[in-house]
């Protein structure tokens, strides 16, 4: 008699587990999360994001200096 009870509810749980129902509306209406809070680290990765912008700045004047340095090479300018 159990499996008999296993095997009709097997199929029904597998069926019910893939329904295509939608979200509920608690999920969909959540509020946004909370910002996150500070750390000790906050200091240290504002450096770090401001040194990164630096180094572009850097790379992208290497990279002008270069390509004048060129044309000059190449008789351009």
């Known amino acids: 008699m159990k499996i008999a009870n296993l095997l009709i509810a097997s199929p029904l749980l ?23 809070q ?15 912008a630096v180094q572009r700045v850097v790379d992208q004047q290497k990279v002008d200096a270069e390509k004048k340095t060129k044309e000059q090479e190449d008789g351009g300018g």
Do not use: N, Y
Request: aromatic share 2%; glycine share 0%.
């Open 38 to 52: 500070k750390t000790v680290f906050d200091t240290q990765l504002k450096a770090l994001d401001k040194a990164k």
């Open 14 to 36: 597998a069926l019910a587990a893939c329904s295509s129902k939608a979200p509920p509306a608690a999920e969909a209406q959540a509020p946004p999360p909370p910002p996150p």
